[in-house]
């Protein structure tokens, strides 16, 4: 399971908090979680935004990514956030699912799948972080 600092630093987030994403359960192999769609995630068209999608892709690889990195002294941050949308979805509630591909000394990859309440695949994607020391300022 996710260290209790971690975890608060997750919960913390703006973005998570303001999307409703919440997340189920959270380690170095899995990380798990839940989105219940409302018109807030819209598009101009009535549909989930894509960047919705990635966000999720992106949090929940970053979670799962610090889960490897924190015990170690370090943190991450997102190099790349490939993210393909397969089905539009408006309503209902989307799990969600990562687990890594590589968990290196310097860089990790992640791989995440959102799907629908009938397990059909809306959107999937694949971020790239970087392990940084911990004490090394952001931004």
């Keep these: 399971m996710l260290e209790p600092e971690l975890r608060a630093h ?3 987030s703006g973005w998570v908090r303001e999307m409703g994403l919440q997340i ?3 380690g170095p192999d899995e990380v798990t979680a839940r989105l219940e769609l409302s018109a807030k995630h819209h598009q101009g068209y009535g549909i989930v935004h894509g960047g919705v999608h990635c966000g999720v892709v992106e949090t ?3 979670v ?3 889960a490897v990195a ?14 393909s949308f397969i089905r539009a979805v408006s309503e209902g509630t989307l ?4 687990i890594p591909v590589t968990r290196g000394r310097t860089t990790q990859v992640w791989a995440v ?4 309440e009938e397990g059909r695949l809306v959107a999937g ?8 020391p911990a004490e090394r300022t952001l931004g």
């Excluded at 170690?72 to 190099?79: D, E």
């Excluded at 799990?95 to 990562?98: D, E, F, P």
């Design 70 to 83: 924190h015990p170690r002294g370090q943190r991450v941050v997102g190099l790349d956030n490939h993210t």
């Design 64 to 66: 799962g990514a610090a």
């Design 10 to 12: 997750v919960e913390a």
């Design 125 to 132: 994607g694949q971020v790239r972080l970087l392990c940084l």
């Design 24 to 26: 189920l359960s959270a």
């Design 95 to 98: 799990s969600a699912r990562a």
């Design 113 to 116: 799948e959102l799907k629908d």
């Design 60 to 62: 929940l690889a970053s």
